[in-house]
């Protein structure tokens, strides 16, 4: 089965930094990326990167804090976050596609979710 695993998810102070990492089951997806849900609202694109050549699209709202980043022979794909806010606040989900485009991925356009994992920012 297709998998996409989350981990790396906990409770944080304003300002720190975390790591989120998804494992994929498959090595022929061409896009994983991250959104994020808070509760009550709707899920949110975080950041994706291309699996052939590393290209990265980020959100406006993570922009200068999130990077995104993959080890192709590991099946691993990462999200460091820097500077963490409250608003940060959401679940966050792992994501795959079997397409790529330049542009930020669409949530119509994803093949696979993952679990989600929580991030909690306090203040």
């Known amino acids: 089965q297709v998998q996409l695993i989350e981990s790396g998810g906990g409770l944080v102070q304003a300002g720190a930094s975390l790591t989120l990492s998804c494992a994929a089951s498959?090595?022929?997806?061409?896009?994983i990326g991250w959104f994020r849900q808070a509760p009550g609202k709707e899920r949110d694109f975080v950041a994706d990167?291309?699996?052939?050549?590393?290209?990265?699209n980020l959100g406006d709202s993570v922009k200068g804090r999130f990077a995104i980043s993959r080890d192709n022979a590991r099946s691993m794909v990462y999200l460091q976050m820097n500077s963490l806010k409250p608003e940060d606040t959401a679940v966050y989900y792992c994501?795959?596609?079997?397409?790529?485009?330049?542009?930020?991925?669409?949530?119509?356009?994803?093949?696979?979710w993952g679990q989600g994992t929580q991030v909690t920012v306090s203040s």
């Open positions: 994501v795959a596609a079997y397409t790529h485009q330049s542009k930020p991925l669409r949530v119509g356009e994803v093949d696979y």
């Open positions: 990167i291309s699996v052939l050549d590393g290209s990265t």
């Open positions: 498959r090595r022929d997806f061409k896009t």
